[in-house]
């Protein structure tokens, strides 16, 4: 997916603007736009209102490739190494029912599970211990 490169490539290109557009002084910066201000106020006027644009689109970028990033690489970085149980498959059967094949010390179990109750239905000898494990 191209949008947290986009958005990065947003966020540099703002800063640098805005770091730009900062280092000036407000009397020498001039726009293509009329002032805010009423003339001879001395007022930021326009350069006041485009920094906090500015800044308010370098927060929100910043916010939403965060958020990118954290469902990109948070489920790797929360993933429990050294587990003895793991989930093989889960097959759905109905409302709230379901048969899971579950490992554990170098074995597969059938688990049926309802509501109100989780049944053993079968174990077998595992064929190659790391099958389960991604």
């Not at 002084?25 to 293509?32: E, G, I, L, V």
């Not at 970085?77 to 793991?86: A, F, M, N, P």
């Not at 688990?111 to 099958?131: E, F, G, M, V, Y």
Request: proline share 7%.
């Amino acid at each position: 997916m191209k949008w947290p490169i986009l958005i990065m490539v947003l966020m540099v290109t703002l800063c640098l603007w805005s770091t730009a557009v900062a280092g000036q002084d407000a009397n020498q910066y001039k726009t293509p736009w009329p002032s805010v201000e009423p003339a001879g106020s001395g007022g930021p006027g326009i350069d006041l209102l485009l920094r906090t644009v500015v800044s308010l689109l370098l927060v929100l970028g910043l916010i939403i490739g965060l958020a990118v990033l954290t469902k990109r690489i948070g489920p790797r970085l929360s993933k429990v190494r050294g587990r003895q149980i793991t989930l093989v498959e889960t097959m759905p059967l109905g409302s709230r029912r379901a048969l899971h094949v579950v490992e554990f010390a170098g074995r597969h179990y059938l688990i049926a599970s309802t509501t109100s109750q989780i049944t053993l239905l079968a174990s077998r000898p595992c064929d190659s211990p790391d099958r389960g494990r991604s």
